[in-house]
């Protein structure tokens, strides 16, 4: 199982969440920006990937239509510092897995993580 990471490297909430894949033995590649995740997806068939919207530039909603293209069963968690309506919005109609905002905490994207790799296991 791979699941791919788009991060910002500086992120507190980025080590806590690589070791939580650490600790589960879960394989994780990670890219810089969605244009890396896309060929990588292409590459590689990935289960879950967490999208940040900060790196998207307004994108974020073709970025999760092509990387289901790649994989319709992809699970996508899409995060965000920045909350907007509109933005929510946008990506939930890509019918993604969860919508995140970090100022909610690690401990809501580490459980929606789980659930999503939970969900692959039990197909």
């Known amino acids: 199982m791979n699941c791919l990471l788009i991060t910002n490297p500086v992120d507190p909430q980025e080590q806590e969440l690589f070791s939580l894949l650490q600790t589960h033995q879960i394989e994780y ?16 068939l990935f289960d879950v990937v967490v999208l940040s919207a900060e790196k998207a530039e307004g994108n974020i ?18 995060r965000t510092n920045a909350n907007s309506r509109e933005l929510e919005s946008r990506v939930r109609k890509e019918n993604i897995f969860h919508y995140h905002v970090n100022s909610f905490g690690y401990q809501e994207l580490s459980t929606a993580l789980s659930s999503a790799l939970e969900l692959i296991k039990g197909h």
């Open 29 to 44: 590649e990670t890219a810089s920006d969605h244009m890396i995740a896309i060929q990588k997806a292409h590459q590689h």
């Open 61 to 78: 909603d073709s970025a999760i239509r092509i990387l289901k293209e790649c994989n319709p069963r992809v699970r996508i968690i899409v």
